[in-house]
């Protein structure tokens, strides 16, 4: 029964890292959707202004701290890791995503940019309001 334990947490940590992913991507196209079928953000196709994308990196920095925190919230042990680690595979997919759409013209360069910089901390930020939550004796 001990050899199956390590199996079913490394179960559980890809799971967790997944479920953080998934709420973070359909938040994230779901809002940006939505702004688009409101007329908020131009029609798809169309490059934004700068406030617009301003608007972009903040709801998907709200998104990317609550993806951080599931992600710490359903991790087995370790969920300030769990969060990090999760982070640092956001920032991989951030410097991949600014590498091949960089001399594109989709937007402004400081807009993959802000991804970048921005991964890790809202990471530790999700990681850490788990971390304060188990210290206030809540599951």
């Not at 490059?47 to 617009?52: A, D, E, F, G, V």
């Not at 994308?53 to 609550?66: D, K, S």
Request: hydrophobic share 50%; charged share 10%; with cysteine.
């Amino acid at each position: 029964m001990n050899e199956k334990q390590p199996a079913r947490s490394i179960g559980r940590s890809i799971g967790a890292l997944l479920a953080g992913f998934v709420v973070v991507v359909i938040l994230s196209l779901g809002t940006d959707l939505a702004l688009h079928a409101a007329g908020i953000f131009p029609p798809l196709g169309q490059i934004m202004s700068n406030p617009l994308f301003l608007l972009a990196t903040v709801y998907r920095t709200v998104y990317a701290v609550l993806g951080s925190y599931i992600t710490a919230r359903l991790a087995p042990d370790r969920p300030m890791g769990h969060a990090l680690l999760g982070g640092g595979i956001g920032l991989v997919l951030a410097v991949v995503g600014a590498v091949v759409t960089w001399n594109k013209d989709l937007g402004p360069h400081w807009y993959p940019l802000a991804l970048i910089v921005t991964a890790l901390p809202c990471a530790w930020v999700g990681g850490k309001l788990r971390l304060m939550q188990m210290r206030a004796g809540r599951p």
